[in-house]
């Protein structure tokens, strides 16, 4: 197999495949991928998660003596755009020594690399302790349904390690951040503009509430590669005309969560908040509502599986590669909480590249990452590596 010419068309016909999310039709994609891991002589089963909507499993089976190995990526992108692009963002074009198109980063070129990796291993005289498996799911641009399907599966729960493949400039990601999105809801009483003594205004308690709320103290705990949890306004709205007192307002908090940061303890903060503004202003009501939550994941540096991807990636990329933190959440919080399952992010690619126009990965990278991932299973199953 010429790795470099397999893992860069495979990469190439994955972005030519649309799988914008919204709105969610990743069946062209996951065909791409199932049919060529097929050719390779892979094992390849689908699972439904909603209608045209399919994870792709790929095997590699090894001798059932050890716990698999767990790589994924996610089948979908982030709307092309029409803006910008200075390529047909799903033409592929290889130009430069890059490949440019939506998800050459994030994350197709990853997929690539992790499949191209299964066949280079597969392709070898010596059989693996444990299983290699590929999951590749849907939905994690929107709400991560794939990986939530794939988590009540035994493939989650034969696993003793998992990688994701997002975009890391080939550096070891052994911790990243959780989110949770919390609406609050302020309930006043309307009244004419004239008379607004007769009212309850909903936007001057909203205003009260997020200039008093402290969700996270500057005492609070920091994670030596995450630093402290962050809350963040982002959308506001309130009123229904000049005229009319409001008797609501609504707004969206974008918390970013590290280890440690439990979603009762913010809860808790708000609601004390909550009850200030209320003591203040009779008769206001205060909702709070958690919109969307993902946990944020942690690998110790001394953990088997990061000195496995150390001592890999010393044999495919020349040293050592940095260890750190990344501020978005991945398919691993899905994933790994529930059973603490020991995970990596590792991937081609410039994370300042992922959701903008002219989107692409350098052809090395590809390469790079392909030959890490058919070199970290036996590195990870190796017996000498204290």
Not at 154 to 163: F, H, K, P, R, T
Request: charged residues 20%; contains cysteine.
């Amino acid at each position: 197999m010429n790795l470099d010419c397999e893992v860069a068309s495979l990469a190439q016909r994955l972005v030519r495949a649309p799988s914008e999310n919204p709105p969610g039709r990743e069946a062209a994609a996951a065909e791409v991928l199932a049919e060529q891991a097929t050719r390779w002589g892979l094992q390849v089963t689908g699972s439904e998660v909603a209608k045209g909507r399919t994870n792709v499993v790929i095997r590699l089976p090894g001798a059932g003596s050890a716990p698999s190995l767990v790589y994924c990526g996610h089948l979908d992108t982030v709307p092309c755009g029409d803006r910008e692009w200075e390529v047909d963002p799903l033409s592929g074009v290889v130009r430069d020594g890059h490949l440019w198109g939506r998800g050459a980063v994030d994350m197709k070129g990853g997929l690539a690399a992790m499949l191209t990796s299964l066949a280079v291993l597969g392709g070898g005289d010596t059989r693996l302790p444990g299983d290699v498996v590929l999951a590749a799911v849907v939905g994690e641009e929107v709400d991560c349904a794939g990986s939530r399907h794939l988590s009540n599966t035994e493939i989650i729960d034969d696993a003793g390690w998992l990688v994701v493949g997002e975009p890391t400039g080939l550096d070891l990601v052994i911790a990243h951040k959780g989110a949770i999105r919390i609406e609050l809801t302020v309930h006043g009483k309307a009244a004419h503009g004239a008379a607004p003594e007769l009212g309850m205004n909903a936007i001057i308690a909203m205003a009260r509430l997020l200039s008093a709320l402290e969700i996270f103290p500057p005492t609070a705990q920091r994670h030596p590669l995450l630093g402290s949890p962050t809350a963040s306004l982002n959308t506001i709205k309130g009123g229904t005309a000049i005229n009319v007192v409001p008797d609501s307002c609504r707004a969206v908090l974008d918390v970013r969560t590290i280890p440690g940061a439990e979603t009762d303890d913010i809860l808790e903060a708000i609601n004390e908040t909550a009850d200030h503004v209320r003591a203040v202003m009779p008769g206001i009501g205060v909702e709070a509502k958690i919109l969307h939550e993902r946990a944020s994941v942690s690998t110790p540096p001394d953990h088997q599986l990061v000195r496995a991807a150390q001592h890999a990636a010393s044999r495919t990329l020349g040293s050592h590669r940095p260890m750190r933190g990344a501020a978005y959440f991945s398919d691993a919080s899905v994933l790994s909480p529930p059973r603490n399952l020991p995970t990596i992010l590792f991937g081609p690619g410039e994370e300042s590249f992922m959701h903008r126009p002219n989107e692409r990965v350098s052809l090395t990278a590809l390469s790079k990452a392909a030959r890490f991932f058919a070199t970290l299973p036996t590195s990870l199953f190796s017996l000498d590596l204290s």
